[in-house]
Structures are given as C-alpha cells and as structure tokens.
C-alpha cells in the first residue's frame, strides 16, 4: 500500500477530477485504493470541503505556509511508508503512476516523472533559469538530471524523514530532495510522463521561487559537498584572470596583467577554503 499525498492552494476547481482520476486508475489497474492526504495550505475556496467529501484524509493550514511545508506535513501524516507525491492542478495524469510504481518497485530510491509533451514548454525567461538551476544540480551531484524540479514523484518515507531539515518549504522541495538524493549516493530513476495543462493559475512566482531554489541549492552543496562551488568559484574567478592576463600582454598593460596575477593569487585563496570547508565536513559527517 501507499499514500498520495497532494498539496493544494486554491483548487477547488481542480481537486476532484484529481481524486477521481486516482481513485479510477488504480481501481482499474487492481490496486487497493491508495490513501490520499491532501493537504490545504490555507485555501480561500473550498478545496479542502472537496477533498474531504470524496473520501481524503485533509491536512488544513491555517495560512498559506508553502508547497514544500505541505508535502513534508502530508508526509509525516501518511499511514503507509511508500510517498507517492502529484500537484491537486491536473497537470500529471495518474495514468502514469502505476508505470512510475513499477519502476520503484525495482529498488530505487526514487522515481521521478520527467515531464514531456506540448504542454511542458519553456518560456523566454522561464529557460535560463531552469537551465542554470539544472546546471547547479548536475555539476554539484555529478549525475544527468532530466528533470530537476518535477512534482511527480514517488520515495520512501522514512528515508525522506532523514532530509527535513535540508528541504525547502517552499517550491524549491522537489529541486532540493532530489539534489539531497543525488548527493549522498541514493538511486533515481526518472521515466518520462505526458504533462498536461493546468486547471485553474499557476501558483508560482517564477522570480521568487527561482531565487530561493538557488538559495536551497547553494546550502545543499555547501552541506554535502563544498568543494564543489569552491572549484566553480574558482572556474570563475581563472578565466577572469587568464582573460585579464592575455588582454594584458595584447594591449601591453601592466595594470591588466597584475590584474591576472591577482585573480590567480584569489582563486588559489578560494580554493584552499574549499579544502578547509570540505575537511570540515567530512569531520562533521564522523
């Protein structure tokens, strides 16, 4: 058995097609039908009324505390250790989910759905921040990423528990659990699913919601493994130098080249806090 738990933020239009949809597929596929928590993170409408006359267990917020906050409350309130996790808008079809438990199954970790389809298109502006966001989290754990921050996924209870403390109460908890995984060697498989158009808007501030999931990434990096953004500081600061260095010599500018010398003698100070940050660490972790 397992539990599905749904956060929701004024969703009243979308929370039961959601719920039946769940309650359907898993009938069909002759599962028992799953506990759904959902938790209402201080909805202004009825979304909590909803889910609770067709048969779900609800978490009510008083106030709106965050997408990360309601997932790890529909966690700790779940019966069964098996976390099953999808977003009350309608967006990830519960068709998918059996595909998604097999795959678990397994032995995994965690399986993630890769988001695929019309539906899942980036903007303008949307695009460089989720790929610098998936750039972090692929340098930071060494691991190809198809889908950073996917609210379809499916873990272990007990194993999630052991993350609380890093995770993000906030959009940023799917980019973070899956970085703290990645980072301490946990197994995750990602199995592409169809995304699908929303009902009712978007409760997310992109600005915002991408400055804290920076905020989350860079802590979860200083936490597991530092000397990586010490290196990627370093990267930064030596191609500084070396351009400095050559524009130097080009233009026969003194103040150029010193400019190198001196960004040189700054990524090796960089670098050797790196060292101390990760020493620490591993001290830390005994």
């Known amino acids: 058995m397992f539990t599905v738990v749904i956060p929701a933020l004024n969703e009243e239009q979308g929370i039961a097609e959601t719920i039946l949809e769940l309650q359907t597929v898993f009938a069909e596929q002759g599962y028992e039908s799953p506990e759904i928590v959902v938790v209402d993170d201080g909805s202004s409408d009825g979304t909590g009324a909803e889910a609770r006359r067709l048969g779900a267990k609800v978490v009510r917020h008083l106030s709106n505390l965050g997408y990360g906050k309601s997932l790890k409350d529909g966690i700790l309130e779940a019966s069964f250790d098996t976390i099953v996790t999808t977003d009350a808008d309608g967006t990830y079809p519960a068709a998918e989910l059996p595909k998604l438990l097999n795959k678990y199954n397994e032995g995994f970790d965690m399986v993630v759905g890769e988001r695929t389809g019309d539906h899942y298109r980036e903007s303008w502006f949307k695009m460089p921040l989720r790929r610098l966001l998936k750039f972090l989290v692929e340098f930071s754990s060494g691991t190809k990423v198809p889908d950073v921050n996917s609210g379809m996924r499916i873990f272990s209870r007990k ?90 010599l080009l233009w026969s500018s003194v103040t150029l080249m010193l400019l190198g010398v001196g960004c040189v003698l700054m990524a090796i100070l960089v670098f050797s806090l790196g060292l101390l940050a990760d020493l620490l660490r591993q001290i830390m972790f005994r």
Request: charge should be positive.
């Open 159 to 248: 194993i999630s528990r052991k993350y609380f403390k890093q995770l993000s109460t906030s959009f940023s908890f799917s980019t973070s659990i899956t970085l703290a995984y990645l980072m301490t060697s946990k197994c995750i498989a990602f199995v592409p699913i169809e995304y699908r158009e929303r009902v009712g808007s978007s409760k997310v501030r992109l600005f915002r919601d991408s400055l804290r999931t920076l905020q989350f990434i860079t802590q979860a990096i200083l936490y597991y493994n530092p000397i990586k953004l010490f290196i990627l500081f370093c990267s930064f600061i030596l191609a500084i130098a070396i351009g400095a260095f050559l524009f130097g």
